[in-house]
């Protein structure tokens, strides 16, 4: 056991469990504006909840907050490069993806196994990131496309 707690030996530790990766996203004046995320959890059935968490220091997500609906994209195996694509500090989060914009103005990436359409529930400060609930409004399932996984730093796919 170490005392050992610094960001980037926590990083590391936390990296051992693998998740999957969403992509959160909506249209803001006609521009599709998201970011990747591997903090997706499901939460509550009824009602319908997931979380996810962000970095405070996100400059995204200030813009996504204030948006009714918000589009939720479980990322396929095939979405390496859009995962690391969707979390880029310039340029197009988006280009080279296509993503389907509903008149919520949620957006969704196509080629993706879920979607969820979704608004803020809760949000509740948790240390240097904020957990935030959203209630799920929509869902839409393409169940034979299999998850990208990402653990380690490294985005892998899961065994047959
Ligand atoms: C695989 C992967 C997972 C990520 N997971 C999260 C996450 O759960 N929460 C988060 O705030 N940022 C996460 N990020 C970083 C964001 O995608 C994005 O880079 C970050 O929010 C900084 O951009 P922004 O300032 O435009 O928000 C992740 C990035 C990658 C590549």
Not at 68 to 79: A, M, Q, R, T, W
């Amino acid at each position: 056991m170490t005392a050992n707690l610094s960001p980037s030996s926590l990083r590391e530790a936390f990296g051992h469990f693998p998740s999957g990766v969403i992509a959160i996203a909506a249209e803001i004046d006609g521009i599709r504006t998201g970011l990747a995320a591997s903090t997706f959890v499901p939460v509550s059935l009824e009602p319908p909840l997931v979380s996810f968490c962000v970095q405070n220091t996100s400059a995204t997500w200030p813009k996504l907050r204030e948006l009714p609906f918000l589009g939720i994209s479980v990322l396929g195996e095939s979405h390496d490069e859009a995962a690391r694509a969707l979390a880029a500090k310039t340029g197009d989060r988006f280009a080279g993806l296509r993503t389907v914009s509903t008149g919520s103005g949620a957006v969704f990436v196509e080629g993706t196994s879920v979607w969820l359409e979704s608004s803020i529930e809760q949000t509740i400060p948790a240390g240097d990131h904020t957990i935030v609930i959203l209630r799920v409004s929509g869902i839409t399932v393409h169940p034979d496309v299999p998850p990208i996984v990402f653990h380690r730093s490294t985005f892998r796919r899961l065994g047959a």
